[in-house]
């Protein structure tokens, strides 16, 4: 049975099974940012080396691991390649209870990007031959999800954790969920054939040499900008939620479990809402103007990132309470909201073949300079300030990155409009 002939209420549970599967990936990836302060006091670590062990620990390895999970999605069985990946993240989060002190740390944040680097490539090349193109934004929108949710999970039922256990039962909580879902995923979601929901499948290019199909994905409007322009949004995104529990609790005395629970709010439950929202207004839009139209749905995702880094600024500059909290749910609503228009055009222009590889290529610049950055930033801006409001200024810097982003994507659809009028 191909995917196109697969019932649509199977469809539906495959997409449920690895947004599952990568929620998993989110809480892992989270769980540190709600640990920093207490992790800080206990190894007596200094605001730069938080922000390694939250980011580049993690995406240096993510980045080296990254094209080679790439090339093995375009080529391999990738619910074998989800499973073994799932497996791998899981179990390593779980061992980072059992640190020691930095290195010990940076050695479980290390493998657990490894791991990672694996979820995004093989989950959307999946979901893209299990929905089509009038159908992609909305799956991925929904499968972006995972994002808030994770976060939500890893900060509210985290923070309580921590709260009442302490920091390590909070790494040991994060890992058990994934473990047993790997066997859950393996035995229930079927391999879908590569380009079922595609009407060209360029054969050719799936033995083709890296180089090569580097410069054919790079050759394709736009994608050079979408790439950069999620680049610089994780920068500011990941960077911010990463931080945002310790910027509550030192400007504005918050304890770790009312921080948890804004932080999971904000860019969980409001950030899932968000991303869900943006991915089927894009179908919707397109549905509406006789198909699937990346020009417009680039930009429909550019307007984006200037909303979350206004919000995000207005937030760590209030000095009330309560407008800190309205700016931080606005910013947290549309921290995610780009991802599954963008993501619908990059799939869409890559084609089966190179889809693999496009997300890993993202993937890579997004967690080596993205998560690896915008953790460290800030960390070293708040070391450099010192006091109190010291995360707050790390944060404002890392919103520039937001603003970038947001020019890349207009780039991007300007792009792709002038390769369709000179064709």
């Not at 609790?249 to 804004?262: L, N, Q, Y």
């Amino acid at each position: 049975m191909t995917t196109r002939e697969a019932p649509a209420s199977y469809r539906w549970y495959v997409l449920a099974i690895l947004t599952i599967a990568q929620t998993c990936h989110g809480i892992d990836r989270a769980v540190i940012g709600l640990v920093l302060h207490p992790l800080g006091k206990e190894f007596a670590l200094t605001g730069a080396q938080l922000g390694l062990l939250a980011g580049l620990a993690y995406g240096i390895p993510f980045a080296i691991a990254a094209i080679p999970f790439g090339l093995a999605v375009d080529r391999f069985n990738r619910k074998a390649l989800m499973t073994g990946a799932l497996t791998a993240w899981s179990a390593a989060t779980a061992l980072c209870a059992a640190a020691t002190g930095f290195w010990t740390l940076m050695a479980g944040r290390a493998a657990v990007g490894v791991a990672e680097s694996g979820g995004s490539p093989t989950g959307m090349s999946i979901l893209s031959d299990y929905f089509d193109e009038r159908k992609r934004a909305t799956a991925i929108g929904i499968w972006y999800l995972s994002s808030g949710v994770g976060t939500a999970l890893a900060f509210f039922v985290g923070g309580w954790i921590v709260e009442h256990y302490g920091w390590r039962w909070a790494f040991l909580a994060a890992g058990i969920p994934g473990l047993l879902l790997a066997p859950i995923l393996f035995f229930t979601v079927r391999e879908p054939k590569r380009g079922g929901q595609d009407a060209n499948l360029e054969s050719d290019i799936a033995t083709a040499p890296l180089a090569q199909r580097l410069s054919l994905l790079f050759a394709r409007p736009g994608v050079g900008y979408c790439v950069a322009a999620i680049t610089c949004i994780a920068t500011a995104i990941y960077g911010m939620s990463t931080w945002l529990a310790s910027f509550l609790i030192s400007s504005h005395d918050f304890s770790i479990a009312k921080a948890g629970m804004t932080v999971a709010i904000a860019y969980g439950i409001l950030g899932s809402i968000g991303g869900f929202g943006a991915g089927w207004i894009a179908d919707w839009l397109n549905a509406r103007r006789g198909g699937f139209d990346p020009v417009r749905t680039a930009m429909f995702g550019a307007v984006i990132p200037f909303i979350t880094a206004a919000s995000g600024v207005a937030a760590v500059a209030s000095t009330d309470v309560s407008m800190v909290l309205l700016f931080l749910m606005i910013a947290g609503f549309f921290s995610a909201s780009y991802n599954g228009p963008i993501y619908a055009v990059i799939v869409t222009a890559a084609g089966p073949q190179l889809r693999g590889l496009a997300v890993s290529a993202v993937q890579m610049s997004a967690n080596l300079i993205g998560v690896g950055l915008g953790a460290w930033l800030i960390g070293k801006i708040s070391d450099i300030v010192g006091g109190k409001d010291g995360v707050a200024w790390g944060i404002g810097t890392a919103m520039l990155f937001c603003l970038a982003g947001g020019t890349l994507l207009a780039l991007a659809s300007r792009q792709i409009k002038n390769s369709q009028t000179t064709i």
